[in-house]
Every structure is written in C-alpha cells, then in structure tokens.
C-alpha cells in the first residue's frame, strides 16, 4: 500500500472489530492487527442475532470460508407469525437466518486465530491512547460498543447523538422452539407487551419482552427482582410457551436493571485524528460504536460486519491510497446506507412503541401494518415473499373497505372482466383490487379511488385568473385516472397570492375561468372529482415566480403583508404587520365569500391551507406566533384563528361536499410544532366539522432541517389516522402504485396526493395501474385504443427472464 499502514488496533471484540480484523488479515497478511477485548473468549450476554438471506450473501461474497462456518450454525427460517387478540395470521417467504450470539463470535474468534489475527481477551481498555501507542498502531477502529468509551473521550469530534426510546426491554431466553419468527401481543390492565422470539439453534430461542415505560411501571416491574419480573413475563405469555420457562443470561445484573431502553446512536462524523507518540492516529467507529438500529429490525449485527466489508473493501480497492482519503470514502459512502437503515429502524421502533394506536384494527390489517412498519418493505415486495397471503388479504381489504360506496349490483362472474364486463382477457383481471383502486366515499362524494393529484403551483395566472394552462394541466390530470384533482392554493384575495402568477377567487372573472375547468373536469374526467385549495400567503406573499428566486421577494412592486405577527419568513423578506381584529374579521369574510364562489364554480371538495408557513399556519406555529392576546400562547389559542376560519367556511360550504385541512405536522425546527402537536389540532378541526386532514410538514422557517426519504412524511399521517379517528391524506415522496398500495393498505392514510409524478405524466394513474396489471380502473374512451397495446407490452417486459433482458441488452 502506498499508505504506511502496517498495523491495526481493533478495541472491542464483538462482530465489527473481529470481522474487520479476519477480513483485513486475509487480504493483506502482512499486517499486524490486534484485537483487544474486555470479556473472555466464550463471555456474552445476548441470546441469538439474526440476519437476513442479503446479509448472508454480503458475507459469503466477502469472505466465503467463513460465511460457510457461520451458515452451518444457522437456523433458518422464512415464516413471520402475528398473534394479537386470540387469532394468528402468517405469511411466509421472508427468509431469516438465526444464530446464536456467542456461536458466531466464536467462529469469528477462531477465523481470526487461523488468519494470524492476535487477540488479547480479559483487558478493560481505559485509555485508548496509552493502548495505540503501546502496539505502535496506525490505526485504531474502535469497536467498543453501545457505550464506547471511545465515542465519549472524542465526543467534540464524532458529535454523537444519543436518543433512548420509550419502551422498556429484556432480552430473554426459552427451550421453546418456534418454527417462526413470532410476534405475540398482550394486553393488560395497563396497556401492551409484546414478544419478539425466534430459533436459533437446535432448542433454544431468543425470547425478548418489550412494552412501554409507562405500562412496566404501571405493573411496577421497576421494583420487581429479577426472578420475579421473568416470572410475570413466563405467566404472561404462557400461551405461547407451552410450558417452557424463560431465562436469563445476565445474573450479573440485578433487580430491573435487566429491562433497558434503547438508545439510538448517530454520529456526526466517525473518524478523528488524534497524536499518538508524535503521530496522527486516525480513530475510526465501527459497528454500535458509530450507529445503533433498533432490534425490531435486526440490523445491529447486519450493519456491524458490513462496516467491516466496506472498509476492508475500501482499503483493497484503493491499495495505492493514503489511509485518510480511505477513510473519508468509508465514512460517505457508509454512513449515507446507515442512514437509510436508522429511518427504517425508527419508523419501526415508533410503531411498537404506539402498538395501541393500531390495535382497532383487526388481526388482517393489524399484520399487515407490523409487516410494512419500516416502509421499506412494500406492498409488491410482500407479494414477491408470499403472493397468495396477499392475495388473500386484498380480498379481505376489499370486503372490509368501511368507506366505500354502496355496491351497484353484483360482483362480476369468475372469468369476467369486472371493468369491461366481457370475457377476461386473462387471469389478471381477476385479481383483487389493489388497495390505492379502492373507492371512497367522503359526505355526498364518492372518490373512485384512493389517488389525488397534489395542489402544485404553476405560476400561469394573470390578476388571478387562471387560463388554458391551467385548463391542459387541470384537464389532462382529471382524464389521467386520479380520483381527485385539487387546484394549487389559491387566494381570497389579491394580497394573499404568493406570486403574481397565483390563482385567486375574489371576482367574477376567476369564477368563470374555474367554471369552465370544472366542467371539463365532470364531463371529460371519467368521473374524476375536482377540489380547490384555499389560502394566504401571509408572510410568504410578493416573492417571485418559482422558476426564478423562489421565496424571494419581487424586484419591484411588493405589495404589504399581513400575518399572525410581525415575523418575517427569512431576513430578506419583508416584515409584515401582525392582523388586528378587524383583519381578521375582514379576511374570514374574504375566506368565505370564495367558498361561496367555489360552490358556485361547481368544485366537490374544497380544502382550507393551515401549512407550509402562510397566513393560517403562522397563527399555529409557536414560531410564528407572538402574539400576547387570545389567538396566542398555547396551542388551542394558537388554532383558534384558523378555526374561526374554517367554521364560518364549513357553514357556506355544501352540507354533502366535504373540507379538508392540510397541516403541517412538523416543523422541523427547534421550538417549532411537532407530531404530538399535529394530533391535538387535528382534534380541533374534527370537532369543527372537519372530514380529511391533508398531513404534510416543515416550510414554515427558513431554519427547518426536514428528514426527507421515500414517504417520509407518511408516519404523520398514520399517526393523526389512528390516534384522531379521521381519514387522512398523506403526500411527501410518493411516487410509485406500491407506495400508494402500502400506504391505504397499511392504513396508514386514506388518500394519497401524488405530485411530481404527475407533472411528468398527467394519466400516471393509469399507468401505473396498467403496471399491477389490474383492470379494475376505467380508462377514457379516446384511449383505450392504447389501453390494450400498453397492457400488453408491461405484460411481456414482466414476463421477460433475466437471460432475455441481458440479451436484448447486448
């Protein structure tokens, strides 16, 4: 290497620092690396890991000799069972592999020894510096666990942040096998337990407890023996242990201090450079050192022995390197995979902390959410594992649908197409529908599927008119497939637009213009419903159009703003002027004299905007509100602007035609709102009469640091879902059928409002349902001469073999 790199010291010999060890050991022999760990040879306190078929294969591809060690002590299984309410429901194809955790440091250990790697056992390493130095190292991986030592001493550098989650759990042992990786719920006087336990060896399993902290002091596990709360667990969950006892491996430990919480780890950085003996030492985190992911998902031991591939994979790639540049690859490319896991892990995390927010579900849909919990498996990739348990529970959704319109007659006969009502074109059409294909019924209105098309700006309006852009826009998307299409967010009055180019509803020219969009929409839509967004920019307003400084204010001929309080949205924004009284007066009457002109233009659902920063969210938000009178302080003063708003809106509105809110749920952003505050004011506007809370967050400051990933913003709207009891309607990164299937399957919202997908392609509901192969949607007339080609061409792509697309590719 070009690198001066000769020797390695790994403090910590859990499966990052021996894994890495063996790994480097094996591809540059002539290293000298150390492993130096606290414990003996054959200590542990866990019970078994587990790991999926993809990690097995990460290890196999890395080192083959002893991912075939590790694989002949496995215990391998594919079935996921759900108990909950006296009733069990499972699915298979989810390929697991279970092993015992002291096994597979064991064969670890005995890798490392055969390779040359020294390891040094019975050693409490309390100055780390003192120990690289006495082993002359060139770098350290420190691997020192959950409670590094390490992390703490550089905490300057690697900026940890360490989150303990509300639950309390014991990690647990039984001579109870079960064939199936077995989550069993329990309800008490004070709330739920629930089990993790799976195989993994010959007759032993893991058998972990975990409820919240508030129901385990509730039963007062916290002043319980050790003997006595592993007594209350065995009694129960007798049920499911058919007699068997369980058992702890931590007898060192005493009284409650067996049940922890989980702490989340992230780091800001994992690598710090330290003098050593007048060198500089990189220091690098590995495994639990640098990340912990919560258990339910099973990643802690998967992402430990895959930092060791990486940068041991690192190192081999670029043996021509220097060790910092190295390292620099490892942490970015690492730490981004990481990432991904950590969201997943704490999607995961929250939904067993919340197990009471599903349980009025039944045991069908109740599965399925616990399935799909991390929002990385989906609803196709549930049908890749076990397609005829899918089948099965669309089916049920189907049936059990509580917001679907009456049926109209019938369902068709086996072998008939249920869209076209002739002989099935094959056995697709006799699929179940898929859940984003599921009607809705909300008042009067009766949406043919779950789809909407998102409120997106366009900046086309000219004095607040909209146009033939609008027209093809709005037209093209009504015809796409959507159930519902919704205008961008448009102004009571002419100071409320954003942009010049902002829609308005405050004269007869606009209404007319709406007038004519609408009737497209109901004659042309193939029955598509269309709704309006109402809002005001507040203090957001006169910027410019979003193609140029979004956000910004105009060049010239700024028009003055009004908000909650003289709060500018950024320090190059003009301030506005907090509302008095009689501006509110004024601009409730504004609000629903639009209303009124939306009834009039014909629209069928009509939505009021209290997000994303403008007029009604400022009053909500404890960032944008200072307000010393009764419209601030605390959250019911805060809201209360913004009901007064929708209430006298809701008595102009149709009694049969439904409102919608969008909220934001988040504001991302220290002092700013948050989940819990998002339910508390969907409370508040269902009690006003309220049908659907539109869920989304952040854009009320400047200062917002949103976590964005795919749906990121959906375990909002589950939450305000099965916490308020009202439909929702999630948005944020859905851009794909499956993540709309998952999404109303899960019940996680009601309504899915896609947007940029959209913009690229105005019947994107079409072609996705084309993609799942259903018939269960009608297509326009003028297309269906295209309909049939396109069907058949996703059907032979589908059906293409792997060969046959390497072929077609060369």
């Known amino acids: 290497m070009k690198t001066s790199l000769q020797r390695i ?141 390490i992390r703490t001493r550089y905490a300057a550098t690697f900026e940890p942040d360490i989150d303990t989650r509300q639950c309390r759990f014991v990690w647990l042992g039984t001579k109870k096998t079960f064939d199936a990786f077995t989550f069993a719920f329990v309800q008490t006087e004070h709330g739920w337990f629930q089990a993790h336990a799976y195989q993994f060896d010959a007759d032993t399993s893991t058998f972990i407890v975990e409820t919240p902290e508030a129901v385990w002091q509730a039963h007062g596990i916290d002043q319980m023996s050790q003997e006595d709360a592993i007594a209350f667990c065995e009694k129960l969950f007798a049920p499911y242990l058919d007699g068997q006892r369980l058992i702890s491996n931590a007898s060192h430990l005493r009284g409650s201090a067996i049940w922890i919480r989980f702490p989340r780890v992230i780091c800001k950085t994992w690598v710090h450079e330290q003098d050593i003996a007048g060198r500089r030492v990189p220091i690098v985190l ?63 995390t929250e939904w067993f902390e919340h197990v009471d927010r599903y349980t009025a579900m039944e045991i069908e849909q109740f599965a399925y959410s616990l399935l799909t919990r991390s929002q990385r498996i989906s609803h196709e990739n549930l049908r890749l594992r076990d397609a005829k348990w899918l089948e099965g529970y669309e089916n049920w959704l189907e049936r059990h ?104 509803l405050w004269n007869d020219e606009q209404q007319r213009a709406f007038e004519r969009i609408v ?121 209360r602007y913004p009901l007064e708003v929708f209430t006298a809106m809701r008595a102009a509105w149709p009694v049969d035609k439904p409102m919608s809110v969008r909220i934001s749920a988040h504001d991302w952003a220290p002092g700013g709102t948050t989940p819990d505050d998002a339910v508390a004011i969907a409370r508040l506007f269902k009690a006003a009469g309220c049908d659907v809370i539109d869920v989304s967050s952040g854009q009320t400051t400047r200062q917002a640091k949103p976590v964005y990933g795919r749906m990121y913003q959906t375990p909002f709207a589950d939450r305000v879902r099965n916490e308020v009891d009202i439909l929702t309607m999630a948005v944020g990164a859905i851009s794909e059928a499956d993540h709309a299937n998952s999404i109303i399957a899960a019940g996680r919202a009601d309504l899915c409002a896609v947007a940029r997908p959209h913009l690229a392609n105005p019947a994107w509901t079409l072609h996705e349902a084309a993609k799942l192969q259903t018939r269960a949607i009608d297509w326009p007339a003028p297309y269906l001469s295209g309909r049939d080609q396109l069907y058949r061409e996703i059907a032979r792509q589908q059906a293409m073999t792997a060969k046959e697309e390497e072929e077609a590719s060369k």
């Open 9 to 149: 010291l790994c403090i910590g010999g859990g499966p990052a620092g021996l894994y890495f060890a063996l790994l480097m050991k094996q591809r540059q022999p002539a290293l000298e690396i150390t492993v130096v760990e606290r414990n003996r040879p054959f200590d542990t306190f866990g019970w078994g890991v587990v790991l999926s078929d993809q990690t097995l294969g990460n290890l196999r591809a890395a080192d083959p000799q002893t991912a075939q060690e590790i694989g002949d002590a496995f215990n391998h299984w594919d079935d996921i069972e759900v108990f909950y309410k006296g009733r069990s429901v499972r699915s298979g194809g989810h390929g697991f592999c279970g092993i015992g955790r002291k096994r597979l440091l064991n064969v670890l250990q005995a890798r490392c020894q055969q390779l040359g790697v020294n390891l040094v056992f019975e050693t409490e390493v309390t100055d780390d510096q003192a120990l690289a130095a006495q082993y002359n190292a060139d770098l350290v991986i420190a691997s020192d666990g959950l409670n590094s030592r």
């Open 286 to 348: 590995m495994g639990d050192a640098a990340h912990t992911a919560h258990f339910s998902i099973g990643s802690g031991t998967k992402l430990a022995l895959e930092d060791a591939i990486d940068l041991a994979t690192e190192f081999e790639r670029h043996p021509e390197a220097d060790v910092a540049t190295v390292l620099q690859a490892y942490e970015a490319r690492r730490s981004v995979e990481v990432l991904k896991i950590q969201n997943a892990a704490r999607n995961s």
């Open 401 to 504: 649908n509580p917001h679907a319109p009456p049926l109209r007659g019938s369902r068709p006969p086996e072998g008939a197409d249920p869209a076209w009502g002739g002989p099935a074109p094959d056995r697709a059409a006799r699929r179940p529908t898929p859940p984003m294909l599921l009607p809705l019924k909300v008042r009067g209105v009766e949406l043919k599927n779950r789809i909407v098309v998102s409120p997106m700006a366009q900046y086309k309006a000219v004095d607040g008119v909209v146009g033939d852009w609008h027209f093809v826009h709005l037209g093209a998307r009504a015809a796409g497939g959507a159930a519902l299409v919704m205008v961008e967010m448009t102004s009571p009055t002419p100071e409320g637009r954003i942009t010049p180019g902002c829609p308005g």
């Open 519 to 639: 009737r497209f929409a109901h004659e042309q839509g193939n029955g598509a419903k269309i709704g309006l967004q109402l809002g005001h920019s507040g203090a957001k307003g006169s910027t410019q159009l979003g193609w140029d400084q979004i956000d910004e204010p105009l060049p010239a001929g700024n028009w003055p703003l009004l908000s909650a309080s003289a709060v500018a949205y950024g320090e190059q924004n003009q301030v506005p002027r907090a509302m008095t009284r009689a501006d509110m007066d004024a601009m409730t009457d504004a609000f629903v004299a639009s209303t009124k002109r939306a009834a009039a233009a014909g629209f069928d659902w009509l939505e009021l905007h209290c997000a994303h920063g403008y007029l009604l969210s400022a009053f909500i938000s404890p960032l944008t509100n200072q307000r010393s009178d009764a419209y601030g302080g605390s959250l019911e003063n805060r809201c």
